[in-house]
């Protein structure tokens, strides 16, 4: 057989294994999701969905404040609990890789994600009973004289804030952790007989190689955190919508489907342009 | 050496099988399925495993939260999918357009024996023809811990907007009844408002959203009560403190001087049901007194049964916790929910997504 031969062989068998997952992403990606972007360009009219093309429901999206600040709250939102989740997370994950001894460090992973093992939902039903007005904190507080009236801890931005990160410093924490210890101690060798001290070591050193783990983390925080409903409805008390909420409010109480599939391109739009950002600054694109 | 086994052998096992079913006596075959669409009150297993054990069925339930969930989940099913429906009252001239709805035959629903004022003629039927039936109703009104708060200021409604309450206050999340709530708070009818009065509508919307301390759903806004997270619903009613009379004596409800809104939940059969008789008996149940009984007392949420007769049923303490006694007083001052056309009802939802963001 020549070598052209064999290359079209392999590539036969390339494209063979690769069909079935290619078949299964056109079927159940692409078909969907073309047929969304379709229908955020017809419109509901009366109790009618017109397929007539039309930009309505994009126009109405910047227009309609109501609309356009759920996106606001969402990033806002997103942005708060990202950060503070990335700056809890990392300690975290460097005490469970550096401090922690090595046979007990998987004991102290599985203790990191014991909340996945509980429904989501249950989750922020608990964090209630835990922030709201008489809720333990707050009857701690009381009992032993330091507040003399509750705090505002749920109901408001505090309490889905809050929700959040408890959530995703833990998702953070693996994915930090698992950075960490992949990193040779050779590296920390080299810094210190260069004379560079532990902070020097940890900000010239450690911290630029465990970014990739950082940011992956983060991503994933941020494409969850944004087109999650549960938490700001349970603990924001509906006192601000966030856009997967008013995308809800459009199925369930309008049967609006236009207006909704124009709303989750809009956010997948947003999800997208952070992937995009995320692969640029690690330079993804190059590898 | 494999062995397979033949075809015929296969075939001969399929046969054996099939004879064998056939000698099981009819009682433990294969049950009786319905599809029923419903409201969280059906889904209580001792509402409706009474019909399954009478009738051999097993009745699935789906729960939905709003009509227009109930529409998106019509819309994505095939034509026979679902067999029963229940559906808020004022929605079902909708569902009638819809052509979803199949006519019951009225002599055999106990209409007769429905209370009068929510038997509602002029939406549950259309040329003459019956097409649901009120299984339910109750009120939108003010939900309260009489131990918190002075009753007396529970009988004006501008209380839901008083800052004597500020951050006490939770706001039923439903922009249907509360958009007509507010209408009669400020002297407006619900069967006659029009666009042109939800501009000050929003305004006391925008209000209330500045007192209160957020905005719930029927569990969350029952919760709060009960928690002491709030000491008032604004929306709320019998729904939500008659379940929890005998362990929660301190939460009432009342109809302030201004009335009250009246909703009312309906059954019908869908048009294209393959088990048309199963499914009427389905709703002759629900109606019946005994079915009402239990439908009103419900663990999802209690309310007033639409069958009259369904009082014989209910013992003093449930009659007492729906304030049974007091039915003609309430009924007499309390409206429907405002009947919107589309942009009215677009236009509402508007205003009440507005005030959330507020």
Redo the contacts between chains.
């Keep these: 057989m020549t070598a052209t031969a064999l290359e079209r062989a392999e590539r036969r068998k390339a494209w063979a294994f690769a069909l079935p997952g290619l078949l299964w992403t056109a079927l159940f990606f692409l078909v969907p999701f073309a047929y969304m972007v379709a229908i955020s360009f017809w419109t509901r009219q009366g109790r009618e969905i017109v397929a007539t093309w039309t930009l309505d429901n994009y126009v109405a999206f910047f227009q309609k404040a109501h609309f356009f600040k759920g996106l606001v709250v969402s990033l806002e939102i997103t942005a708060t609990v990202t950060v503070i989740s990335v700056l809890l997370a990392y300690p975290l994950a460097w005490i469970i890789a550096e401090r922690v001894p090595k046979k007990w460090q998987r004991f102290a992973l599985v203790m990191a994600i014991l909340p996945f093992w509980t429904s989501y939902v249950v989750r922020s039903y608990s964090w209630l009973l835990v922030l709201s007005k008489g809720g333990v904190v707050n009857q701690t507080l009381l009992s032993i004289g330091i507040i003399a009236e509750p705090l505002e801890l749920s109901a408001n931005r505090t309490g889905t804030v809050i929700g959040f990160v408890h959530f995703f410093v833990m998702l953070l924490t693996l994915t930090i952790y698992a950075n960490l210890i992949q990193l040779s101690p050779n590296y920390r060798r080299a810094a210190a007989d260069l004379g560079a001290n532990a902070f020097q070591t940890f900000w010239h050193v450690v911290l630029p190689l465990t970014l990739p783990g950082i940011m992956v983390g983060a991503f994933l925080t941020f494409v969850l955190c944004i087109g999650d409903y549960i938490t700001p409805q349970i603990l924001g008390g509906n006192n601000e919508l966030v856009l997967p909420q008013v995308i809800m409010l459009q199925l369930g109480r309008r049967a609006d489907f236009p207006m909704a599939a124009a709303l989750s391109l809009v956010l997948m739009a947003v999800v997208t342009l952070a992937y995009i950002a995320c692969a640029r600054w690690l330079k993804m694109e190059r590898t | 050496m494999t062995k397979t086994v033949s075809g015929g052998f296969a075939r001969r096992m399929l046969l054996a099988t099939a004879a064998a079913a056939t000698l099981v006596p009819a009682g433990a075959m294969a049950q009786d399925e319905l599809n029923a669409l419903v409201w969280c009150d059906h889904t209580d297993p001792a509402l409706v495993e009474p019909f399954e054990k009478a009738n051999n069925v097993k009745v699935n339930l789906k729960e939905y ?2 009509t ?2 109930a ?2 989940i019509i ?1 994505q099913s095939r034509p026979g999918d679902w067999d029963v429906l229940v559906i808020d009252a004022v929605d079902v001239p ?1 569902a009638i ?2 052509d979803i709805l199949g006519e019951m035959p009225a002599d055999k629903l106990p209409l007769g024996d429905l209370f009068p004022e929510v038997r509602m003629d002029e939406t549950t039927t259309r040329d003459g023809k019956v097409y649901a039936v009120t299984e339910k109703f109750g009120y939108n009104t003010i939900s309260y811990d009489k131990t918190k708060v002075d009753p007396a200021d529970m009988e004006d409604l501008t209380v839901m907007w008083s800052d004597k309450y500020k951050g006490r206050i939770a706001l039923y ?1 439903y ?1 249907l009844p509360m958009v007509g709530l507010t209408g009669v708070a400020i002297g407006k009818k619900t069967a006659d408002l029009t666009q042109d009065d939800l501009p000050a509508i929003k305004e006391k919307l925008f209000e209330m959203k500045k007192v209160s ?4 759903d029927v569990v ?1 806004s029952q919760t709060a009560l009960a ?3 709030v000491d008032i619903v604004a929306g709320g009613g019998e729904w939500l403190t008659a379940g929890l009379s005998a362990e929660k004596p301190n939460l009432d409800w009342t109809i302030p001087k201004q009335g009250a809104l009246r909703w009312a939940q309906s059954i019908g059969v869908f048009k294209n049901s393959e088990k048309q008789d199963l499914a009427l008996k389905f709703v002759q149940y629900i109606v019946s007194p005994e079915g009402q009984a239990r439908l009103a007392t419900s663990s999802c949420y209690w309310a007033m049964p639409a069958n009259a007769k369904a009082g014989e049923h209910l013992t003093d303490q449930q009659k007492t916790a729906l304030r049974w006694d007091k039915q003609p007083e309430y009924l007499k001052n309390s409206q429907l929910y405002p009947v919107a ?3 009215m ?2 236009a509402m ?2 205003i009440w ?2 005030m ?2 507020q």
């Design positions: 939260e709003g227009g969930a529409i998106s819309e909708r357009d819809m999340d922009y301390r957020q905005v719930s969350a928690t002491g997270e056309d589309a942009d009802d677009a939802q508007d997504t507005e959330l963001q």
